[in-house]
């Protein structure tokens, strides 16, 4: 096994090795691969546990940026591991278009019905996917739909954490170990706000412009006309620079976005659950 030359602890490299025995005894896999940081670290142990047996498939929609899609055919050569890439038409349901709260539940019912024909056919029991400890806190309607598709989650599984995950994957010499998380374009929406590929792309283009410009991490939120940009306080300052916001209005206007917002509370994870937990008008709690 190579790994990089730095240090962990006697824990997390028998959590690792316990990782390793538990994906071995599966005999094979299919592995949902993102590119993110969770599923390509469960990728790469994966491969190291069963090699050829072992099949990393990601999934290509409007809801999955060309530029995610390209990082993830990348990693899963450098990695080794077999590699396919398959289309689902989420975005054409109309319960997952209606953009309700469990919009999540819709696409990965979506998915992993489409991963299961293919693990049969390649004679694999088993559809992994990259859930951690740390999602199990959190409004996961995603991991339901896992479990009525019969897809487990190893990691959450064996308690890793993030903080873990992160460490091992620079231990392993994969370059996602700062890799920023990401969600799909669908998160950029508001609950009940209708998803269209049309303004899915929007909101891509949108956050190509930011990474062309040399952001690492970043959201940008669709709210119909307005573009409200979430990125790490660290970053505000880019966007006192005159010229910076001359080019970026501009751009956002090409784009379809009437107004262009910087989002004071900064980048976070799920901002928009943060709706889930306003009172309903005309509500006395």
Known sequence: MQVEQIQIEPELRSKFESLLDHLKSMGGAVIAFSGGVDSTFLA???YIALGEKAIAITARSPSYPKAELEEAIRLAK???IRHMV???DEV??????ANPPNRCYFCKTNL???LRPIADELGVRYILYGAIADDLNDFRPGIQAAKEQGAIAPLAELGFTKAEIRQLSLWLGLPTWDKPSFACLASRFPYGSQITPEKLQQVEKAEDF?????????????????ARIEVPPEDFHRFLDPQ???TLVKRFREIGFLFVTLDLMGLRSGSMNEMLSLPIK????
């Open 210 to 226: 930011l990474r062309q410009q040399g952001f690492k991490a970043f959201r940008v939120r669709h709210h119909d006309t307005i």
């Open 112 to 114: 992993f019905s489409k």
């Open 86 to 88: 398959i289309d689902t």
């Open 92 to 97: 054409y349901d109309p319960n997952y278009a």
């Open 244 to 246: 910076f916001r001359i």
């Open 44 to 46: 790469k142990a994966a």
């Open 78 to 80: 450098l990695i080794g």
């Open 282 to 285: 005309g509500s006395s709690n």
